[in-house]
Structure formats: structure tokens, C-alpha cells
């Protein structure tokens, strides 16, 4: 079998030892007959392994380049990273089956396998996401597409919240979340004014059933892909108490719900993408029902 490797040497402040062994223990358990990486990005030893040269740029354009070379060449791409790198990698509209392994800060992403798989229970599935696309950009999303001034980032060890605008220069400035303006639209339907986060999200099962969901939960229960919620107060959570929410509080939210519409965003704030910050300003999101083809032990 050949496999292609890609590893994001950054992803949830960076590579340690115990990342460093899942990755070797996983391509011990697939014993590939070769492996197809960058060795720029990570070196890997113990295998035969290919290297395949790219442009090191020190952003995502590396994944992006990487998975492209790899689709033609491999049997199945496993991916070590956070939500935003596979993201990173389902933008780049891999044909190969991806294998997700998470070692990011959040790692919630429904592409995502158990790193304690085993092969003979693996399923090929087709999994559904969020397509961002901006003037200048596109992206996939299988958690959210956000609003907001910050972002989640592992920073010495540690989940916090960054702004988000230094994050797209490169830097991890710890803050806390401001609000902003902003405007959705859903066909004819409208929400505008002052926000602390803006969600754009696939409807979860896991809400059904539940009434203190609200208008989240009747999204689920009548079947719509997904639902916009526009939230009073930043809730990025890392680092609130119940102190901290007892200050907020009250929070509200407002619903729009949608199938196959275009979700239009205009708001004075970062926009991101599973987690990776994309644009300030302007971004329309609709559902694509098969984003990727993954590899899980769970469908």
C-alpha cells in the first residue's frame, strides 16, 4: 500500500514526543509498503519513503501543495493536525481517502478517526461540510465558519483565546473577545446588529429532543443542514468561569436556518474557517454534501 503523510509540525503549539509516537505507531499499524511525504516538513525514519518536494512557505499553502502532489500518487493520505489542517487539506479536493488523525488544539472535527483504530474496522464515508467562499478564497469546514475577534490557539500549553487578526500575521496575542457589527442573510430572511460571535454550522442529532437548544434544536429536528446562529456575547470558550458567564448573562441568540441557500456574512470582523482566520468583511457559505472521503472506525 502506498501512503501519503502529511503532518503539521504547528498544530497545537507544535510537535512533541508523544505526538511524535502517534505518528510512528500509526504508519507501524498500516505498514505501508512506501511512503510519500515532504521530509522538509517532517523527517521520518524506519520506512522507505519518497520524497516529495514542495515549496516551503510556512502557512497552509504548504498542505495545500503537498496534498495535490500526493492525490496522484497514493492509496490513502494520512493526515496528522488540528481542525484547521484538515480543513487545510479538504480545501485542496483530494480525491484519496483521507485517514485524520487529530493533534490539534480542539480536534472535534467530524473527519476525524480514533488514533486507536483498527484497519479491519475502517469505513470508507463520504462526510458533508461548509464551503466558505470569499473573492479571493475558498475553504472547507466541517466544524463552523465563525465570526468573531478571537480564535482558539494552544499557546505554552495552554488553550486560549488569540485575536484574531494578529493571528493572520502570524503572531498569538492572548486577549479576550470584542463585539462587532455584522449582517446575515438567508434568502429573505435577515439578521443585523451587534454581535460577540457569528456560527455558521451543520445541524447536530445531538441537539434532538433537546427544547433548551431553541431554534438550534428545531434547525436539527425538521432536518435542515444547517443553521446560522448570531450570539449576543463572545463564546469561543477557553478560558470564562462561572464568574466571567454570570457577567455576560443574559446571552441571546438568533437563529436563521437553511438547506441548500446561500449564507451571505457581511460584518466588520475576522471571518475563519475551522479555526484558520480567512477575510474581514465579506463571505457566503452553503452546504456541500460530499466535502471529502474519509476513513472511520464510526459512521
Known sequence: MKIGLIVNPK???????DKMRLVSSTLRKLNPDVVFTS???FPIKGFRVVDIPITIRGNRWDTVEL???LDELVDMIVVFGGDGTISDVASAKPKTPLLCIGIG?????PALCDPDF???ELKVVRIRGLELRTER??????NDVVVGSTVLATVNG???QVDAREFMKGKLVITTPKKFKARVEVGDRRVEGVFGNIFVALTDRRFLGKGIAGGISLSAFLGFKGVVACISEGIVVSTYSKDDVKRLEP??????????EIVKIWADEVISCDGNPVTIGYAEVRVVDDAVTVLKTEV
Open 11 to 17: 498544530a497545537g503549539g507544535g510537535l512533541n514526543e
Open 39 to 41: 521530509q522538509r516538513l
Open 67 to 69: 496534498v495535490k502532489k
Open 105 to 109: 488544539t480542539t480536534n472535534v472535527s
Open 118 to 120: 483498527k484497519i479491519d
Open 137 to 142: 478564497d475558498f475553504r472547507i469546514a466541517f
Open 158 to 160: 495552554r488553550r486560549v
Open 251 to 260: 446571552i441571546t441568540t438568533m437563529t436563521l436556518s437553511f438547506d441548500d
